[in-house]
């Protein structure tokens, strides 16, 4: 896998920030896939705003960055409520604390890491 040039996720940091209603940018991970990249981010909002708005903000801030990061085409924008100081506010679920339950496609999420012992066979 080819590294992402770092004035690439600078450019693409910027413009979550440049992004209204984006307070800060808890991470930003730029991939290749081919020979187009792709988004993971997460952003902070006021926690006062309600679903729609914050939701928005993060459709707008998708929309940032395919327009103006060169060869990204595709974006995840993860949304966090800011605390009084603008940081990200700490999770409080064991679901949240973990990264796994943002992959597309996943339903339900295994806790116990050991077999599935749901499956069918």
Do not use: C, F
Not at 4 to 30: C, F, H, K, N, S
Not at 99 to 106: F, L, Y
């Amino acid at each position: 896998m080819d590294p992402v040039d770092p004035a690439i996720t600078e450019i693409a940091t910027q413009t979550l920030l440049d992004t209204t209603g984006v307070v800060d940018v808890e991470y930003m991970r730029l991939r290749w896939l081919g020979h187009r990249l792709t988004a993971d981010a997460a952003v902070v909002v006021d926690a006062n705003l309600d679903l729609l708005t914050a939701h928005g903000i993060a459709h707008a801030a998708e929309q940032h960055l395919v327009t103006n990061v060169g060869k990204l085409s595709q974006a995840t924008i993860h949304v966090s409520p800011a605390d009084t100081h603008g940081n990200a506010t700490p999770s409080t679920t064991d679901v949240s604390a973990s990264p796994r339950h943002h992959i597309a496609g996943t339903s339900r999420l295994n806790t116990n890491h050991g077999p599935d012992t749901n499956s069918h066979q």
